[in-house]
């Protein structure tokens, strides 16, 4: 049964459903409240962040009741995390409530082979990448034969549930493939990609409106620490022009081929033979925290925008920026909030090892004055981080 905490705007005109009440239902939220909108959110977990900006539903995704309630009168229903079952977005429109993006795009980003075959089909570079066909009776065959076809070293990966780097194994060597079947063979489905000698991670951010309108931000650089996130920056420094226009191209062409309403995210990494694309994020993401104080208008209005069928805001940046991830611990805030042009963000949530709790953003006018805030604001997260308690010992 869903509880509901919170309460909506009152006579608030229209209402959006979120599934999922994160971080990201959170700065959706807050966005959404600015606009006068009543928020809605559904998440399984009774201390979800979003609980503090709307209507906080407590259920479980495939719980049919927990999603009528999440639907009943809602304008527009959309989703935070991918990981939500594409049979919730598909319930949720059977209420009548339209629900954008559509549940083909979560279907398309929750399986790495069907995300990587619609890439090839629009002619978007990827990885190299091959299926680990299932139900040969010799253990490991199919992932010695899918690795002879993208070539060692490769990243074997779960096709689906991964994210943040878990899930996934690095084969190096003709040694190493027994020991990457036997840590993947349990959980699913497979996949094997080529290794990318990639120069650096980028990220495209670009939404569609409901007339097929779309807007981009600038790409954006990121640095990532075990598998998660850590550092953004945007616009990408020292990008050369056909890289940008090729990431902005590719972003088009996944939008019109989905007929998607709402942001997007493209995770892409900037090789010297071409720029590919590793995966698609269908919502508002992490790489685009920036965009709140750094560009004219923020991918969490710009969702919004675009899911009501309203006008899209201007996705130019003001200037320049870096987004910090705060991962297990918080910085002090008076300390970060001292260093000009630092924006704070913290999510509510509980801080534990490996999770992002927050983020600050730091905006300045030119790379030269950036770069000086953003190595303060490197060291007070940094320190925090090295300054908490590791995971309890077992
Ligand atoms: P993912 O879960 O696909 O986002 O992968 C997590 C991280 O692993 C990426 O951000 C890359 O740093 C690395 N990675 C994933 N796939 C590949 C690949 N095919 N080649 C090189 N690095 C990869």
Redesign the pocket.
């Known amino acids: 049964m869903a509880e509901a905490q919170g309460h909506e705007a009152p006579g608030a005109p229209t209402t959006v459903a979120v599934l999922g009440g994160g971080q990201l239902g959170r700065m959706l939220g807050l966005a959404g409240v600015a606009l006068g909108l009543g928020m809605r959110f559904l998440d399984p977990s009774p201390g979800a962040g979003a609980g503090a900006i709307g209507t906080l539903l407590t259920g479980a995704f495939d719980d049919p009741d927990a999603l009528a309630r999440l639907a009943a009168g809602a304008t527009v229903a959309t989703y935070e995390w991918e990981g939500v079952p594409a049979g919730a977005a598909r319930a949720v429109a059977a209420t009548g409530v339209p629900v954008r993006p559509g549940s083909r795009a979560l279907e398309v980003a929750q399986d790495r082979l069907v995300e990587k075959e619609l890439l090839r089909t629009l002619g978007i570079p990827t ?1 190299p990448f091959a299926e680990v066909e299932e139900g040969d009776p010799e253990p490991g065959a199919a992932l010695r034969r899918a690795l002879d076809a993208v070539g060692i070293p490769a ?1 074997v ?1 779960t096709r689906r549930g ?4 878990k899930g ?1 194994a690095v084969v190096r060597s003709p040694a190493d493939v027994d020991r990457a079947w036997a840590a993947l063979s349990r959980s699913g489905p497979l996949i094997a ?4 000698a ?1 120069r650096r ?1 980028l990220s495209i951010l670009a939404v569609r409106g409901i007339d097929g309108e779309v807007r981009s931000w600038p790409v954006v650089e990121n640095l ?1 620490q075990d ?1 998660i996130l850590r550092v953004s920056r945007a616009p990408a420094p020292d990008l050369d022009p056909a890289t940008e226009a090729a990431a902005r191209a590719y972003a088009g062409a996944v939008l019109t081929e989905l007929d998607y309403v709402g942001v997007v995210a493209l ?1 892409l ?1 900037d090789d010297p033979s071409a720029l590919r694309v ?2 698609m994020a269908p919502r508002v993401h992490n790489s685009g925290h920036w965009t709140i104080e750094g560009a004219t208008t923020s991918q969490f209005e710009n969702h919004l925008r675009a899911i009501l069928g309203w006008p899209l805001g201007d996705t130019a940046p003001r200037g320049v920026a870096a987004m910090v991830n705060c991962i297990g611990a918080l910085p002090d805030p008076a300390a970060v909030l001292a260093v000009p042009g630092a924006h704070l963000h913290r999510y509510g949530k509980e801080p534990r090892a490996g999770r992002k709790v927050g983020h600050v953003t730091v905006v300045a006018a030119d790379e030269a004055a950036l770069e000086g805030r953003l190595s303060l604001v490197e060291e007070l997260v940094g320190g925090a981080e090295g300054a908490a308690p590791g995971p309890p010992g077992p």
């Open positions: 990885a990243v990966k991964g994210y943040d780097g996934q990609e080529g290794m990318v990639f991670e990532h598998g995770e990494f590793n995966e």
